[in-house]
């Protein structure tokens, strides 16, 4: 079943090209930050983290980046491929005790 | 290793029902964690279990309560039901609450009518 919000920001994008997905987050104080992916019907599947004492990471064919001087988050995917069509979140989380807050969500369309 | 299960897939319940969900999380996973997700507000915390105690609490009135039994099994429930309570409920479990890296279930669609 469909699980997504009706009006996300929309993000379309050729195959192959690069991605760049955005979050904004709301704590100063959150201390860790992840991205994750949903596809149509399955639950958020985990893509990669950050911790707030880095600005930059890298996982298999994406790269987060830090920016806590604006609080700023982004999700960059190479090459995209159909198979990355989904909504993407960021969430955000303080330090021990406290819950994740997860952003709105951006729907990427990958175009043939 | 079997990912984190939830049962039932779709329910379809009337106002004022009230309805138990439950979560079977990864084996070795002993942190719970229950999300509400709507078309409106998204995916909204509900509340974390860790060895059967609740840890944290997110902002939902008190219809909304669960559990973790001691295999780690957690379940949720929802009394007097309302049309807002309509979402996919989702459960995540982790290997313990300090490791962030959470495995979502696919998620209880409930329909509230």
């Known amino acids: 079943g469909e699980s997504v919000g009706l009006h996300l920001p929309t993000l379309s994008v050729q195959e192959g090209d690069n991605s760049i997905i955005n979050c904004a987050y709301s704590n100063s104080a959150s201390d860790y930050f992840i991205w994750y992916k949903q596809e149509s019907g399955k639950g958020p599947q985990f893509i990669i983290d950050?911790?707030?004492?880095?600005d930059k990471r890298q996982g298999q064919r994406v790269t987060v980046l830090l920016n806590k001087t604006v609080k700023h988050l982004s999700l960059q995917i190479a090459a995209t491929q159909p198979g990355d069509s989904a909504v993407y979140f960021c969430?955000?989380?303080?330090?021990?005790?406290?819950?994740?807050?997860f952003g709105p969500g951006t729907r990427l369309s990958v175009l043939p | 290793k079997a990912g984190v299960t939830q049962t039932p897939r779709y329910l379809i319940k009337t106002r004022g029902q009230q309805v138990t969900l439950s979560c079977s999380p990864i084996?070795?996973?002993?942190?719970v964690s229950w999300y509400q997700q709507t078309p409106g507000q998204g995916l909204q915390f509900l509340f974390e279990y860790f060895s059967e105690t609740q840890r944290n609490k997110g902002n939902f009135p008190g219809r909304f309560s669960g559990r973790q039994f001691s295999n780690s099994r957690s379940e949720m429930n929802v009394s007097t039901l309302e049309l807002g309570d309509s979402a996919l409920y989702l459960c995540?479990?982790?290997?313990?609450?300090?490791?962030?890296?959470?495995?979502f279930g696919p998620g209880t669609r409930l329909t509230v009518t």
């Open positions: 969430a955000e989380r303080g330090n021990y005790g406290q819950n994740f807050v």
């Open positions: 950050i911790r707030s004492n880095m």
């Open positions: 084996s070795g996973h002993r942190s």
């Open positions: 995540a479990s982790s290997y313990r609450t300090e490791t962030y890296e959470q495995y």
